[in-house]
């Protein structure tokens, strides 16, 4: 049994920062890629940001500069630090991750999301 959290999500002025965790937890034997989507009602998920287990990130351009994606694998945990944050950066995140479990079987694994708000 593995599981997905996130935490980290709320209500900001619109230039203010946000930082977005996800913590993998379970019958963990490795975690290879986690990423983070977004979604907002009507359209599809996009995905913002990425990072491999060796630390090699990708980003959506509308966010590049402005968020950092970064895990510590012993904690089994990613982060996404979310600056200068717009209105239009308003939607449901969720993390996704890469996961082999003790049984070494290798699946794709979702947290529940975390909402972020950017507003005056």
């Known amino acids: 049994q593995v599981q997905l959290v996130e935490s980290g999500g709320g209500l900001v002025q619109p230039g203010g920062s946000l930082r977005l965790s996800c913590a993998a937890s379970?019958?963990?034997?490795?975690?290879?890629?986690m990423a983070w989507y977004r979604q907002t009602p009507g359209k599809p998920r996009e995905l913002v940001a990425s990072?491999?287990?060796?630390?090699?990130?990708s980003y959506v351009d509308s966010v590049k500069g402005r968020f950092t994606i970064s895990r510590d694998n012993a904690k089994n945990t990613g982060f996404l630090q979310m600056n200068s944050l717009k209105p239009e950066d308003t939607a449901a995140y969720s993390c996704?991750?890469?996961?082999?479990?003790?049984?070494?079987?290798?699946?794709?694994?979702w947290g529940q999301g975390t909402q972020v708000t950017v507003s005056s």
């Open positions: 379970g019958s963990i034997s490795r975690v290879y890629a």
């Open positions: 996704s991750a890469q996961i082999v479990t003790t049984n070494l079987a290798r699946n794709d694994y």
């Open positions: 990072v491999t287990r060796r630390g090699e990130t």
